[in-house]
């Protein structure tokens, strides 16, 4: 059994910081792939960023240069380090784990970016 557990999350005002993170415990295999998406009032879940076990990654437009993604493999943990909030970015951010066909989903942590 995979679970995922985030943390990090809070209210922040437009320019500060926060990072999140994500421990995964259960059997986790190598060779995974491990990501954030987030889902803001009223839309749909949309991705962020992910983190091979290589440790390349991709992520999205509206958060590079802004957003960085990053995993420890010995303690099965997933950061993601976010600098210049916007309002925009205000959502719940969930953690996701690709492992051998299967995805994995955490329960989320709120980020809300206000004034």
């Known amino acids: 059994q995979v679970q995922l557990v985030e943390s990090g999350g809070g209210l922040v005002q437009p320019g500060e910081s926060l990072r999140l993170s994500c421990v995964a415990s259960?059997?986790?295999?190598?060779?995974?792939?491990m990501g954030w998406y987030r889902q803001a009032p009223g839309k749909e879940r949309e991705f962020v960023a992910i983190?091979?076990?290589?440790?390349?990654?991709k992520s999205a437009d509206a958060v590079k240069g802004r957003f960085t993604i990053s995993r420890d493999n010995l303690k099965n943990t997933m950061y993601l380090q976010m600098n210049d909030l916007k309002p925009e970015d205000t959502a719940v951010y969930y953690c996701?784990?690709?492992?051998?066909?299967?995805?994995?989903w955490g329960k989320g942590t709120l980020v809300t970016v206000s004034s």
């Open positions: 259960g059997t986790i295999f190598s060779g995974n792939v």
């Open positions: 996701n784990l690709g492992m051998r066909g299967s995805s994995y």
């Open positions: 983190i091979f076990s290589t440790g390349a990654t």
